[in-house]
């Protein structure tokens, strides 16, 4: 039940073969740990390779919730999938730095798109490549 | 406006986010910008947070401050928790006595432009921040 909740209110997809995970309400710990959760089980799950979690709707990031955030990120690694945090305001960055918060080398874009972009070398292709339109010219 | 002043009970966990979203209506109020509201509401975010995770009930006390120049917001977060025996330690950065999170109170007074503590061992908490527009 707790578990559908989270789901519509963050409507995690997969999109370009990588697992986009938009956040559009504020955060509490219970959520984070709830995200951080059903972000691992699919990318295990689902063998993803790559993740964007998307805070353009977070407004407030304190310490705990941006550590709860960024581990995720260093989690999913760990299960060989990168994942690309997106769409941090410059409120919630200058408020991070001003706590003195360590991001690690968790990749960071602007917006979700560009974020999908800077995973793409990471992800599988999404077609299989064009083979066999032109068959080899045979060596007599 | 005639409701100036907020009072957040902090007794659960999700109490938190409402104190921190509180004060950034109030930051708005007061006439912060966007990155000023994020900061404030930051800072409450972090004072509540002690609160609930050293004291387990207290509360946070929003108000928009008015003087002649310009407005403020002050925020008093109170608690009758452990209290706490070395502020000095305290206001070091990364020090923490709970679960390696620290108390963030450096961070706090940086976010703001005023930080004041009284706190005494077995007694309680109270932490004055006030940041001026």
Same mark, same amino acid.
């Given at each position: 039940m707790?578990?559908?909740i989270?789901?519509?209110?963050?409507?995690?997809?997969?999109?370009?073969?990588?697992?986009?995970?938009?956040?559009?309400?504020?955060?509490?710990?219970?959520?984070?740990?709830?995200?951080?959760?059903?972000?691992?089980?699919?990318?295990?799950?689902e063998?993803?390779?790559?993740?964007?979690?998307?805070?353009?709707?977070?407004?407030?990031?304190?310490?705990?919730?941006a550590?709860g955030?960024?581990?995720?990120?260093q989690?999913?690694?760990?299960?060989?999938?990168?994942?690309?945090i997106?769409?941090?305001?410059?409120?919630v960055?200058a408020?991070?730095?001003?706590?003195?918060?360590e991001?690690?080398?968790v990749?960071i874009a602007?917006?979700?798109?560009?974020g999908?972009?800077?995973?793409e070398?990471?992800?599988?292709?999404k077609?299989?490549?064009?083979?066999?339109?032109?068959p080899?010219?045979?060596i007599? | 406006?005639?409701?100036k002043?907020?009072?957040?009970?902090?007794?659960?966990?999700v109490?938190?986010?409402e104190?921190?979203?509180?004060?950034?209506?109030?930051a708005?109020?007061? #006439?912060f910008?966007?990155? =000023?509201?994020? +900061?404030?509401a930051?800072a409450v975010?972090e004072l509540?947070?002690?609160i609930? &995770?050293?004291?387990?009930?207290g509360?946070?006390t929003?108000?928009?401050?008015?003087r002649?120049?310009?407005?403020?917001?002050?925020i008093?977060a109170?608690?009758n928790?452990p #209290?706490?025996?070395?502020i =000095?330690?305290? +206001?070091?950065?990364?020090?923490?006595?709970?679960?390696?999170l620290g108390l963030? &109170?450096?961070?706090?007074?940086?976010l703001?432009?005023?930080?004041?503590i009284?706190t005494?061992?077995?007694?309680g908490?109270k932490?004055t921040?006030r940041?001026?527009?």
């Amino acid at each position: 039940m707790e578990k559908e909740i989270t789901l519509s209110k963050v409507g995690i997809h997969v999109t370009r073969d990588c697992l986009v995970v938009p956040i559009q309400v504020e955060l509490h710990d219970e959520l984070v740990t709830q995200i951080q959760e059903d972000i691992l089980r699919r990318v295990k799950g689902e063998q993803l390779k790559g993740v964007v979690i998307d805070l353009s709707g977070v407004a407030i990031l304190d310490s705990v919730l941006a550590r709860g955030v960024f581990d995720t990120a260093q989690m999913t690694s760990l299960l060989g999938a990168r994942t690309v945090i997106t769409g941090l305001s410059a409120g919630v960055v200058a408020s991070l730095i001003d706590l003195d918060f360590e991001p690690g080398n968790v990749p960071i874009a602007l917006t979700l798109d560009e974020g999908l972009q800077t995973l793409e070398p990471y992800v599988k292709p999404k077609e299989e490549p064009e083979e066999a339109e032109e068959p080899e010219e045979e060596i007599d | 406006m005639k409701n100036k002043k907020k009072r957040v009970e902090i007794s659960e966990e999700v109490n938190i986010v409402e104190a921190a979203s509180e004060a950034m209506i109030f930051a708005q109020i007061a #006439g912060f910008t966007r990155v =000023g509201q994020h +900061m404030v509401a930051t800072a409450v975010s972090e004072l509540a947070r002690n609160i609930y &995770l050293y004291a387990m009930k207290g509360e946070v006390t929003i108000r928009v401050l008015e003087r002649k120049t310009n407005k403020g917001i002050q925020i008093v977060a109170e608690d009758n928790g452990p #209290g706490i025996a070395d502020i =000095g330690a305290a +206001m070091k950065e990364h020090f923490s006595t709970s679960d390696g999170l620290g108390l963030g &109170l450096p961070g706090v007074k940086r976010l703001m432009d005023e930080f004041r503590i009284d706190t005494k061992p077995g007694v309680g908490t109270k932490i004055t921040v006030r940041k001026w527009v």
